[in-house]
């Protein structure tokens, strides 16, 4: 008969592996929503969007199973941050899906246009981003602290970045006022990218805190 210890051990194991997998989906969405975006690609978007689900999936998986850890094991001190951890992270991720989604649906509805600009700093902020995803992924599974405090400096490039895309975008709307429906809806793809940062941020903060007891503010 399996001890309890080495059923709860069991347990995080699957609980990591659910998380590890939730952030790949996370960094493959983002990635094919920016390249459904750079080719105006509706039916690819459309995927994207209907695709999201399979993300909610696993985090109720998550939900569920450290439910039933905390249930049956009574875990206490580090083992029970470490499971609360995990819903955190798990809530972040389905965040950072729902911004792929937000993207493909901008998709939608830029279809048939032809962008008013090449796309350099968003496909650039997206490059960031996945890093993000997987680096913040990386941290949790190896409680990196020093890997989930560079979720800060990376923050503050995508910042960088937004605000760039934003000045850029609003010149481009005072010298011609026909563009100002399009670049409002990439002004926003931009705006969902820097929030995606901010949830990879979080889990950054969620590592310090499963590490060492105390939960930083990597986002200010």
């Given at each position: 008969?399996?001890?309890?210890?080495?059923?709860?051990?069991l347990g995080l194991e699957q609980l990591n592996e659910l998380i590890v997998e939730m952030g790949n989906r996370v960094e493959k969405s983002i990635g094919e929503a920016m390249i459904a975006l750079i080719n105006v690609d509706g039916p690819e978007a459309v995927r994207i969007i209907v695709q999201d689900k399979e993300l909610n999936q696993i985090e109720e998986r998550i939900s569920e199973?450290?439910?039933?850890?905390?249930?049956?094991?009574?875990p206490?001190?580090?083992?029970?941050?470490?499971?609360?951890?995990?819903?955190?992270?798990a809530s972040d991720l389905e965040r950072m899906g729902d911004f792929s989604v937000d993207i493909a649906k901008v998709v939608v509805r830029l279809e048939?246009?032809?962008?008013?600009?090449?796309?350099?700093?968003?496909?650039?902020?997206?490059?960031?981003?996945?890093?993000?995803t997987r680096e913040s992924i990386q941290s949790y599974v190896q409680e990196n602290v020093d890997l989930a405090y560079k979720m800060a400096k990376d923050d503050d490039m995508v910042d960088a970045l937004y605000s760039q895309i934003i000045r850029e975008l609003f010149t481009i709307m005072m010298e011609n006022p026909l563009t100002i429906s399009q670049a409002n809806l990439l002004s926003f793809v931009g705006r969902y990218l820097e929030r995606f940062a901010d949830h990879a941020t979080n889990i950054g903060e969620s590592v310090v805190y499963l590490v060492t007891g105390a939960r930083p503010d990597l986002n200010s």
């Open positions: 008969m399996m001890t309890k210890r080495k059923e709860f051990d199973l450290g439910a039933t850890l905390i249930a049956t094991q009574q206490v001190a580090k083992d029970l941050r470490r499971i609360l951890v995990a819903f955190k992270i048939g246009q032809t962008l008013i600009k090449p796309l350099i700093d968003l496909p650039r902020m997206t490059e960031i981003v996945q890093l993000m």
